[in-house]
């Protein structure tokens, strides 16, 4: 291997990593490895943990109304769809997902079952949304205190690792509004606090300026997409940057889309209407980074034809045309990835006594991130992913 990136940094010199029954047995100086090991070698190759996307919908298919469709699915529709999602993320490098919304719980009920060979999930369940609110028809639907009490003790009750509650409105929910939040204050205050009390981190979907201060004061432990969206545009001031940073507030941006797709004009323009450009969402994503807010790379995919299960790569790549280090993204879909998930004491770094989930790209991509985007192997538990 001609590098190695440990999920945090570029390791100096050519190193030999070492595996055993599953885990990283040791990081060794190159180039050889030592007596008895059978080895691989990929010379212009470099090695880092399998890539974590922290942001996907593996219930949706992609396909035109892939969430609106959810309602028609059978159990068996749905958990072929789920391993057919997870195939895709593994052949892109993705050896590890976080699912922030599916169909009335059906990830956990799937991942229970005990599927080997397919990336490892974490899993949030049907998304908490207020009664009509984005995405009511997962089957998320809450009001009142109690309700929201109620909705994230049932989700911890099956099995999910984290929960998803949609703080504002949603593009992709007619009659929902983007630039406002769905709970009142102490609704969200009671799903956070309820959360925290069962152990689980709560994580908010929100595009509103309002909705993201709201889910800063409530606690929350993450905001998805944190557009800052008002009436007069993307509002995201030096006072509000600190306040993120200081909170260590998790933020996954949702950047990415598949370049060849033709968006239909119908989403495009509901899209503009909302405030929410490709332009803006970068500018945004560059002034978190530069304000010192912890960043996750996550794609959202599943949820329509420009959003593939598999985008992983081409999220990054956004993030580095909207002016991050390339190796500050690699973290961000590996190390940063992994302790948001609540995996980093044994995922998304090269270390000794971690898993074994890896990946080798062509080149660079500490000076190309475009690297990333083209696998040579992928192995989980150190073994070679068919």
């Known amino acids: 291997m001609a590098r190695v990136f440990d999920g945090e940094r570029l390791l100096d010199g050519i190193t030999v990593v070492l ?37 996907v919908h593996l219930c949706a298919d992609s396909g035109p109304g892939a969430l609106d469709r959810l309602t028609g699915y059978t159990r068996e529709q749905l958990e072929d769809t789920i391993e057919a999602s997870l195939e895709a993320h593994l052949a892109a490098g993705v050896t590890t997902v976080r699912d922030l919304g599916d169909y009335r719980d059906a990830v956990p009920a799937w991942r229970s079952k005990g599927r080997p060979g397919l990336p490892s999930v974490v899993a949030a369940g049907a998304p908490i949304t207020s009664v009509g609110g984005h995405c009511w028809s997962m089957g998320g639907e809450a009001q009142g205190a109690d309700g929201l009490r109620e909705a994230v003790r049932r989700r911890a009750e099956r099995g999910a690792d984290i929960v998803k509650i949609m703080a504002s409105g949603g593009v992709l929910t007619p009659g929902t509004d983007t630039m406002s939040p769905q709970f009142t204050d102490d609704e969200l205050k009671a799903a956070v606090d309820e959360a925290h009390a069962l152990g689980l981190p709560i994580t908010a979907h929100a595009h ?18 944190c557009t800052c969206l008002t009436p007069a545009g993307v509002q995201l001031d030096d006072a ?86 390339a190796t500050s993204v690699l973290a961000a879909a590996t190390s940063v990835a992994a302790d948001a998930c609540g995996v980093g004491d044994r995922k998304g770094r090269i270390r000794p006594g971690y898993e074994a989930d890896l990946l080798v790209v062509d080149g660079d991509p500490t000076r190309d991130i475009t690297a990333a985007g083209s696998p040579l192997a992928v192995y989980l538990a150190g073994q070679p992913a068919s």
């Open 208 to 225: 509103a300026l309002a909705a993201v201060r709201q889910a800063l004061d409530a606690g929350v432990d993450g905001i998805e997409h």
């Open 240 to 325: 509000l940057l600190a306040a993120l940073a200081e909170s260590e507030i998790v933020v996954c941006a949702t950047l990415g889309s598949d370049p060849g797709v033709v968006v239909p004009p119908q989403i495009v323009a509901m899209a503009e209407r909302a405030g929410i450009t490709e332009a803006v969402l970068q500018e945004a994503v560059a002034r978190l980074h530069r304000g010192g807010v912890r960043l996750v790379a996550g794609s959202d995919a599943g949820i329509g034809p420009a959003k593939p299960h598999g985008l992983l790569p081409a999220t990054l790549e956004e993030y580095v045309r909207s002016g991050l280090p």
């Open 19 to 55: 595996v055993e029954d599953g885990r990283i047995a040791g990081v060794a100086p190159g180039p050889a490895a030592p007596d008895g090991w059978p080895t691989r070698d990929l010379p212009d190759g470099t090695l880092l943990p399998g890539l974590i996307d922290a942001h």
